[in-house]
């Protein structure tokens, strides 16, 4: 009796430990391989029921358009319920990745194109939505078919497109005058003239804060796609046979090096991209880099003075003299939203989605916080400015999308590029110990995906 | 009452602590265990078992030995800093600061600790911009323009830099915790050090050093931990770069989970640092059962 007595607390401790023990399984295994519900998705005859959606646009000058949607689609259905949650740019691939591991992804959520959407096709938890928003259908014509594609797999569509977003170097007008910079330089070689020129003149030729890694990166993507050939690049961004040998790989790091030293600074790594777009905006710098969907930061109602919201336009990045790869793309990418392909209301987050990018709500995108939107013709003199609706006439010209190198190549890749290119920019490395990285991350990258 | 029912009774007090510590220390720390012998990621259809092969990678992974390098450099800093210098800080304040002062002083060493890490992460990082940033900017007007650098920037400079911040906001912290020791010795000794004679540097070394050993002790672990647990400095600095170069293991345990997908890899990593915090704190469990010096 006494024995039992002492060993009591023992057995509850066990038993405790047992049941918290129990609760685990091999990890990741909890629905592994369940497969998409088989539910139609055109839309309900009658829309209730509550859904969850998470997005990365907590960014206060962002979140409210998404929650004006939800509530406007909310009082259109009265028996709908929109559980919205927005996070952070970074948290969110921390929020997402947890939800994914455990099996408790919301209806709708974000995705970046390329393989950080192509994560989730190949687990099977996005819903095939081709039969809703396929280029061929009523929705899907709706749609700049670039953005499309982008969310495409195996000829399947994954996504729905919710802004269009393209990379330019928008220059100040002044600065060129004042440095005897005449017209916009069409190669790369000429933008390197026009950076000794601006150098010269007192400018610093290109703002470039890579304090994070990715804002050099934004240019790798381009000069890649420059300087190799699409089927090379198609290969190699696949990490089941990426290889990186093309010898336009490693020109596209030259170039890279050459904008820094004739055109930026080696103590870039140290300065953020805000920094470094500050010094754009305060007119100590000519040029900078940047998204479409920042375009706004640099108008007058964004806050840019007078100087410079009157006197800037943009360009693509111009490709270097007889590049052997598709001058014509421009690199960019829309982002989107995918459908969770064990939902339960896949029917209406799909309903909700079209209801997000229907014309009148695409529109108010432009006019609300000045992204474009991939829904043919949202974007017109009255709810966007010159610039926006110059990017997306330049945008719809664009032979293909190169999109974000670290999102569309495997992250192993993707990390080998951005220490890579950071080694790059304070002269710790060259072009080919870069290549070098790059080509053993993507054969760890092969043996990974098997 | 029996002695089974005051059993019973005192389990029942203690039961939901175990049970909260069961469940969010113990638990986590096993299941860590087991999942770094797989490999897997958050999109994992079948995790495979591999056995030791995360920690192979891990031991020949140079990144992750110039993280560790990273963290053992940050310990053998902050050790010298917020142990060492902070001693002699609250000594200072207690022996030759007037009163009044003493006060306001305590109150400017302590306010560093009190700024959250991101912001004193981003105020840094505007000191340390090359272009418009206050260190750069000085050295300059001494005419020291060939020691300027990018400092965050250069991967010779940016893990240095990180921990020069640590100490900024750390070391006062630690001076009041030492204040609050010395000022539990009794008068009397310092008084009879004196009677024979001895200066401010012997009392220093003869009554406060081994009249603090506790403190000191506790300090001195907390401060190892904290090194090898560091993360929110490097992430909101620089993120691990340039080139990797100022990753830590923390840093680099959350490149691999969330950002590289290897979770396997990461839960691997997070078991050494584990089994370092371990060793730290069982020196400590051994060190504060030698003798106490009681009055």
């Not at chain 1, 919710?162 to 933008?191: M, Q």
Request: glycine residues 8%; contains cysteine.
């Amino acid at each position: 009796m006494k024995h039992t007595t002492r060993s009591a607390p023992l057995v509850v401790l066990g038993a405790v430990t047992a049941v918290a023990l129990a609760a685990c399984g091999a990890p990741g295994t909890a629905g592994a391989g369940s497969k998409q519900n088989s539910q139609s998705l055109s839309s309900p005859a009658q829309k209730s029921g509550t859904l969850t959606m998470v997005t990365k646009f907590a960014d206060p000058k962002y979140a409210p358009y998404f929650q004006g949607v939800a509530k406007a689609y909310e009082q259109a259905n009265p028996k709908v319920t929109i559980k919205l949650e927005q996070v952070g740019d970074q948290p969110y691939k921390d929020k997402i990745r947890v939800l994914s591991a455990s099996k408790q992804l919301p209806d709708i959520y974000f995705s970046w194109a390329g393989d950080f959407a192509n994560k989730f096709v190949r687990a099977g938890l996005a819903a095939d939505l081709t039969s809703v928003i396929g280029p061929d259908t009523e929705w899907g014509k709706t749609f700049s078919p670039a953005a499309l594609k982008a969310f495409e797999t195996n000829g399947k569509n994954f996504g729905v497109p919710i802004d269009l977003d393209a990379k330019y170097l928008a220059y100040n007008k002044t600065a060129f005058a004042k440095a005897g910079v005449n017209g916009v330089p069409s190669t790369l070689e000429d933008l390197l003239g026009a950076c000794d020129k601006l150098k010269a003149a007192g400018y610093t030729p290109i703002a470039l804060g890579n304090q994070y890694g990715w804002p050099a990166i934004h240019y790798m993507t381009q000069l890649n796609a420059y300087n190799v050939p699409p089927a090379t690049l198609a290969k190699d961004y696949n990490p089941a046979t990426g290889e990186f040998t093309d010898p336009g790989y490693t020109k596209a790091v030259d170039q890279f090096k050459d904008i820094i030293t004739r055109c930026s600074s080696k103590d870039d790594n140290g300065v953020s991209h805000e920094a470094g777009q500050a010094n754009f905006i305060n007119g100590k710098a000519a040029m900078h880099y940047l998204e479409s969907v920042e375009f706004q930061v640099l108008t007058a109602k964004g806050g840019a003075p007078k100087a410079l919201a009157d006197n800037w336009d943009f360009m693509r990045l111009p490709a270097p003299q007889g590049a052997a790869g598709d001058t014509g793309a421009l690199t960019g990418a829309p982002d989107g939203f995918m459908v969770n392909a064990q939902s339960k209301n896949a029917a209406l987050a799909v309903d909700f989605l079209k209801f997000m990018t229907d014309q009148q709500n695409a529109a108010k995108l432009t006019a609300d916080i000045g992204w474009l939107s991939p829904v043919k013709g949202s974007a017109t003199a009255s709810n966007s400015f010159p610039q926006l609706q110059a990017a997306l006439t330049d945008i719809s010209k664009a032979s293909q999308f190169a999109i974000w190198l670290d999102t569309v190549t495997n992250a192993e890749v993707a990390n080998a590029y951005l220490s890579g290119i950071e080694g790059v920019i304070d002269g710790s490395k060259s072009s080919k110990d870069v290549i070098t990285g790059v080509q053993q991350a993507a054969a760890k990258a092969k043996k990974q995906v098997g | 009452m029996n002695t089974t029912s005051m059993r019973w009774r005192s389990l029942a007090w203690v039961l939901p602590a175990m049970v909260l510590l069961l469940v969010f220390v113990y638990y986590p720390i096993v299941e860590n265990l087991r999942l770094s012998l797989f490999s897997w990621n958050a999109f994992s259809v079948r995790p495979t078992f591999v056995g030791l092969d995360n920690y192979r990678t891990a031991f020949g992974d140079p990144i992750f030995w110039r993280a560790l390098r990273n963290n053992t450099v940050f310990a053998i800093v902050s050790l010298i800093c917020q142990v060492g210098f902070a001693l002699v800080l609250a000594a200072v304040l207690e022996e030759f600061v007037h009163q009044r002062l003493r006060g306001i002083l305590r109150t400017i060493y302590f306010i560093p600790a009190v700024i959250s890490i991101t912001v004193a992460g981003i105020l840094f990082s505007f000191l340390y911009n090359p272009q418009i940033g206050l260190v750069n900017r000085l050295l300059g007007a001494v005419g020291l323009e060939s020691w300027q650098h990018s400092w965050l920037g250069e991967p010779g400079t940016a893990m240095g830099s990180i921990i020069a911040m640590s100490q900024w906001q750390s070391i006062g912290y630690t001076a009041i915790l030492f204040v609050v020791a010395i000022q539990r010795i009794p008068s009397e000794m310092h008084e009879a050090a004196k009677v024979d004679g001895a200066g401010a540097v012997r009392r220093f070394f003869a009554v406060t050093v081994p009249m603090v050993r506790e403190m000191t002790t506790l300090i001195t672990i907390l401060t190892i931990s904290g090194a090898f647990l560091v993360f929110n400095e490097v992430m909101v600095m620089t993120a691990g770069g340039p080139s990797n170069s100022s990753q830590v293991l923390g840093t680099w345990l959350y490149r691999n989970a969330f950002l590289n997908d290897d979770m396997g890899y990461a839960s691997a990593i997070a078991t050494v640092i584990f089994v370092i915090t371990l060793a730290v704190g069982a020196l400590q469990i051994v060190v504060s059962r030698r003798r106490r010096i009681e009055w």
